[in-house]
Each structure stands twice: as C-alpha cells, then as structure tokens.
C-alpha cells in the first residue's frame, strides 16, 4: 500500500501495500542466505533469482522463499526491498525505461500497474503463457488490471486490499458505542456519511486524548476506494477536479478534520505508529494488509481489543503484481517462481500467516482464508468478512498517475485541516500540487 502497506507497506502493508499509493512498511536488502550479490550464480552450482520488491510483500516472511528453494534445491532467491513505493517506483521506472538495472523479478503496486501497461509492456514478460498459470484463478479485474490491448498479461496479482474497519473494543464501549462488530457495522451500513456521525457520537463520550479515527489519509483513501471512478474516466482523461465523488470524499474528510474526528498525522509516519502504540484512535480504515501493520506496532496489552466490522462501503486498498523484465539474467527460472507465488495455494498461505488477502479467487475458500484469525482481533472470522468484502468491490478505472493525484490528496490537501487550513484552502494546495506533478 502495500500502501502493499504491508507488514505491517505493510505487517501486512502489506501495499503493503500498498498502498496503496501509500507508504509502506519498513523493508531491508536481504537474500536470506550468503550471496548478496545479486548475480546468476548463487554459488555452489546454484541459480540466484532476484527480486525487487517495496515495503513487506511477505514472501520470505511467510517462508515461501524457503519452501521454494526446497522444492527447487539449485534455486536461491534473493530480495532487494525499498521502504516506501513513492522511493521505489520511480527507480524501476528508470531502468524500465533504460531496459537496465532490472531485477529478475519486480513488484508493481496497483496505483502503477496502469502506466507500466501502457508505456512498459514491451519490457515485461507475458505472463499468461506460463505453465500453470491460469487466468480463471484470480479475479477478473485483477486480471486485467495487469493485461494490455493485445492481450498481453504483464504482471500477476499478489493481493489486493478489500475494505473494511478495524476498531478497538474498549474504546468504543466507553465512549457508549456497541462492540459488536454486527452491531457496529449497522452503526453506518451503506453511508460515509453515517460513518463520520458515529465519529461525532464518539467525541461526546470517548476517552480523553483520543480521537475516533487514526487520520485524514485513511479516511478519504477509504471513501475513494468504494468509488467506481475517481481521478480518470474511461477514455484516460483526468477527471479527479471534476468529478464530484473526489471533491466530495475530500470535503467529508476534511469536515471530519475540522470536528476533531481524525488523529493529525500522516499516515506510516513515525508519529502516526505512536498513535497505535499508545492506543490514541478507535477506528480506521482497514484492508486486510493493516492488521498486520496493527499488530506490528501496538504494545502486546491490545491483543484481542481489535475487531472488524463491515465498511460503510465495500472498497478496495491496496494490491500489488509480480512482473518479469526480458532483460533480466534468468527469464525462465523467474517466470516459474512468480507463477509459484502467486499460484492460489502460495496466496492463501500468505494471508494466513501475512494477512495479504488472495487475488486469487480460487483461494477464498481455502482452510487458510476461510478458519483465519489474527492476534489482535480475537476469534473475529476475519478470512470470511475479507472474503465478503472482496466480493463486493467495484471495479475500478486505474490511471497512469493514480499513486500522485491520491497521494496529493492526502499528504498535501487533507492532512492540512488538521493543522489549521480551511477545507478551501487545502483543496487548493493540493490540487496544485497535483497538477504541478502531473504536468498540467
């Protein structure tokens, strides 16, 4: 966000997280093994895959890595992480352009995938064609995110971030407010709106020094998430000024700022992380990749005071892709280990000990998705409400620059009410800022 925030960029930003066009988790070069060099051999008659990855996608983390190299005993594999998507991208941009630099593998985040279709496609592996993999397996729209005009599949998904809120128990029963994570979804079923009113009940009666949401950020990128179209239309025009779904989910938001509702950080910010460890805010936005990112960060006393609740809307944060440069030094072994990991098995195996919700259909109804629980949330059902959520998510329009104009929202429009601007004032900011980056 993974965002492939993941874990959370990203425990799960995992985006990571995503997200998506979101910072994501904390990440580090590592091989899990003795040659970090990056190079064919992996010593010993071994072949090193390499890849390039952002925040905690989770692979290693949930041991595919090494049960990979098990069943394939002349394979090492090697990840060379970068923190934040915002550091990564533009990087694998340039060596894309370049045609050098590459890693055997790359990660795209979903708030990319549009651009490297439409302007890389001819450096990238088309991944339809190899051998196990199977089209009917992920979602459709997951699918076709990553397929060009022709029919070409550059990039198969990882996981995607269905929406839902995660809160804490206790803070919403002092503030007078049901538990029950049915009781609370009916709390705002169907409306933002009813969402943010919920926020205002919170305020009366909620403790002291805390405030009902964690941040704008995660307020208005969970809004946009349940919008069809938010800042292209299907012919490829730029329509985020324009269309009335954005400026209305930046005009809630930053009324929910102007009530005091949401926490004043920016989001994967070391402040915004002391924010979940002091147990300062009761709700947020929550893809499946964040309970990792909860967990990751919060003191070992909020086991089990997290739960999940239906969204007021179903949405989607987050989601990443595995691709495959021709310019890489081992094309074939690659092709083979990102068909492996994102084969439906490998994704429930993730989730389950990740928390990266499956792009892979056929996983929904796996032991592994279906009997999930997390640490911070009890014996709340977690595989199953994602799995719903999933189901529910509306298909979006995905353009070029999506990851710029979400981030200019966010990091220089909303963010800016809580330190004092008016509504007004920080749309304009960040419309020009976007449109500044954008070129226009």
Not at 140 to 161: M, S
Not at 200 to 228: C, H, Q, V, W
Request: hydrophobic share 40%.
């Amino acid at each position: 966000m993974r965002a492939r925030i993941r874990t959370a960029r990203k425990a799960l930003a995992l985006a990571a997280v995503a997200s998506l066009g979101t910072g994501l988790l904390a990440g580090c070069a590592d091989d899990g093994g003795d040659d970090s060099s990056g190079s064919s051999s992996g010593g010993k008659g071994k072949t090193t895959i390499t890849l390039g990855l952002f925040g905690t996608m989770g692979f290693k983390e949930a041991g595919l890595y090494a049960e990979y190299e098990k069943l394939n005993p002349k394979i090492k594999i090697a990840e060379n992480v970068v923190e934040r998507n915002e550091n990564y991208y533009p990087a694998l941009l340039n060596h894309l352009t370049t045609n050098s630099g590459l890693q055997d593998v790359q990660a795209v985040e979903v708030g990319n995938i549009a651009e490297i279709v439409n302007t890389q496609s001819a450096k990238l592996e088309d991944l339809s064609k190899v051998s196990g993999v199977n089209k009917a397996d992920w979602l459709d729209w997951k699918w076709q995110q990553a397929t060009t005009k022709d029919g070409q599949t550059i990039g198969l998904g990882t996981d995607i971030g269905p929406m839902a809120i995660c809160y804490r128990k206790d803070l919403f029963e002092k503030a007078g407010l049901p538990s029950d994570r049915a009781e609370v979804g009916k709390l705002w079923a169907g409306d933002w709106n009813k969402f943010v009113d919920v926020g205002e009940r919170y305020k009366k009666n909620g403790p002291e020094g805390t405030t009902f949401m964690d941040s704008p950020g995660g307020l208005i990128n969970a809004i946009l998430s349940s919008e069809k179209e938010k800042f292209y239309d299907a012919s490829g025009k730029v329509i985020y000024k324009t269309n009335p779904a954005v400026k209305n989910a930046f005009d809630l938001t930053a009324e929910a700022a102007e009530k005091g509702l949401v926490g004043a950080q920016t989001q994967f910010q070391p402040a915004w992380d002391q924010t979940i460890a002091n147990n300062k805010f009761a709700a947020m936005a929550c893809p499946p990749w964040m309970l990792g990112y909860i967990k990751g960060k919060s003191q070992p006393d909020a086991k089990g005071k997290w739960d999940v609740a239906v969204a007021p809307k179903s949405g989607n944060w987050g989601g990443s892709f595995l691709s495959v440069p021709k310019s890489g030094k081992n094309v074939e072994e690659a092709k083979k280990l990102v068909a492996w990991l994102t084969a439906p098995e490998q994704q429930a195996k993730l989730f389950k000990v990740q928390g990266s919700f499956p792009s892979a259909q056929a996983a929904f109804d796996s032991p592994e998705v279906t009997g999930a629980k997390n640490d911070m949330t009890g014996d709340a059902p977690i595989g199953e409400i994602f799995a719903e959520a999933a189901k529910q998510i509306p298909v979006q329009v995905i353009g070029p620059k999506d990851q710029i104009i979400q981030q200019g929202l966010t990091d220089n429009g909303v963010i800016l009410v809580t330190k004092g601007k008016s509504a007004k004032e920080a749309w304009e900011t960040a419309t020009k800022t976007i449109d500044n980056n954008l070129d226009q």
